[in-house]
């Protein structure tokens, strides 16, 4: 299965933008970009997913390199309740879902 | 809407018991995907069903099993518990199956095997 690489914690002031980034080289031409992020004993909740075109959503924005061997979700502006560990995640037809380590976001005030 | 639903959301059980855990979609989805999540481990996936039907299998052993009704509601069951089993197992709800479409999850069931 193709792997995705994030930093492991990034912080961010609240109402600032925050830039999450994701490498996916081995990503494959059926492969989805998926993104979700969890609060600590919580299940995981949908942020955002795309193919190959940019996405928005109420969420957030998901830019995707044109030769889509990584990708970005966009904040547009960080509030408290968005400090989570995020996760990106390629999905194939198995649809076998795996999260990683992910990013944990931390929002300042 | 209401989200999914999972119960029990907390649970304890003694090795060699098995356990049957349940998962209500959000109304109008008709696919349905169980993972187990556990600190070590982090997410892995065990089963999507579709239409009563598997569609996919992660690498669990036969122990971990499902099945769907025809209102789309789902069960998994685990038999012959082991220690290794305790986990948040989680349940998660998408209109239809396959990897183009968003899931949304459950709060979890946490099984505890002492």
């Known amino acids: 299965d193709a792997k995705t690489t994030q930093p492991n914690s990034m912080e961010s002031n609240e109402e600032e933008p925050v830039h999450l980034p994701c490498n996916h080289s081995?990503?494959?031409?059926?492969?989805?970009i998926h993104w979700y992020r969890q609060l600590p004993s919580q299940g995981p909740e949908y942020v955002i997913h795309g193919l190959t075109s940019n996405v928005n959503n109420r969420m957030a924005s998901l830019a995707i390199a044109e030769d889509r061997k990584s990708s970005t979700l966009i904040l547009h502006r960080a509030t408290l309740r968005d400090a989570a560990v995020y996760y990106c995640i390629l999905l194939g037809n198995n649809n076998d879902m795996r999260f990683g380590a992910g990013t944990r976001l931390t929002v300042k005030p | 809407k209401a989200g999914v639903t999972q119960t029990p959301r907390y649970l304890i059980k003694t090795r060699g018991q098995q356990v049957t855990l349940s998962c209500s979609p959000i109304s109008g989805h008709r696919s349905v995907s169980w993972y187990q999540q556990t600190p070590g481990q982090g997410l892995q996936f065990l089963f999507e069903y579709f239409s009563e039907t598997q569609r996919n299998k992660g690498n669990f052993p036969g122990r971990f099993s499902g099945r769907q009704f025809s209102n789309s509601r789902s069960e998994m069951n685990v038999s012959t518990l082991e220690l290794g089993d305790s986990a948040l197992y989680l349940c998660?709800?998408?209109?239809?199956?396959?990897?183009?479409?968003?899931?949304?999850f459950g709060p979890g069931t946490r099984l505890t095997v002492t």
């Open positions: 998660a709800s998408s209109p239809f199956p396959g990897h183009s479409y968003e899931q949304y």
């Open positions: 081995t990503i494959s031409g059926t492969d989805y």
